[in-house]
């Protein structure tokens, strides 16, 4: 999406856990303001302590909330990659998210402004679909 809107991409689990020591709550609030204060990007990741901010400063929001056996497929693929953040505990938040970080994900957006466009998808298809639509 990224390359197809000539935007740059920020992805946020790259920058938390790649980048030097995991950051405090405070620090992580500076930083990610730092990069929703760029004038254009596409940030790649959840983060719901600093989203509001990151939510107000969009224009599009693009929710992709795929179903569970594919979040743990990419979890277990990221991880033989490599991917820093613990496999337990990532294949733990990604279970508990339906109930937990999807309904609070779920009022951030409902609390958007007028402005801001949300599209949730949720299955590979909706996204190819979305894809399709912004290439042309």
């Not at 743990?72 to 970080?101: F, K, M, N």
């Amino acid at each position: 999406m990224a390359e197809r809107c000539d935007l740059p991409l920020i992805v946020l689990d790259d920058l938390y856990w790649r980048d030097g020591p995991i950051p405090s709550e405070h620090e992580w609030a500076i930083k990610h303001g730092s990069l929703i204060a760029m004038d254009r990007w596409i940030i790649d990741g959840d983060y719901r302590a600093v989203a509001p901010a990151r939510i107000a400063r969009s224009d599009n929001v693009v929710w992709i909330d795929p179903p569970l056996l594919r979040r743990w497929w990419q979890i277990l693929v990221r991880s033989r990659r490599g991917y820093p953040a613990g496999l337990w505990d990532c294949l733990r938040w990604t279970t508990r998210y339906r109930r937990h970080g999807g309904p609070e994900t779920a009022a951030a957006l409902a609390n958007a402004p007028n402005d801001v466009a949300v599209h949730h998808l949720r299955t590979r298809r909706a996204q190819q679909r979305f894809l399709a639509q912004i290439a042309s």
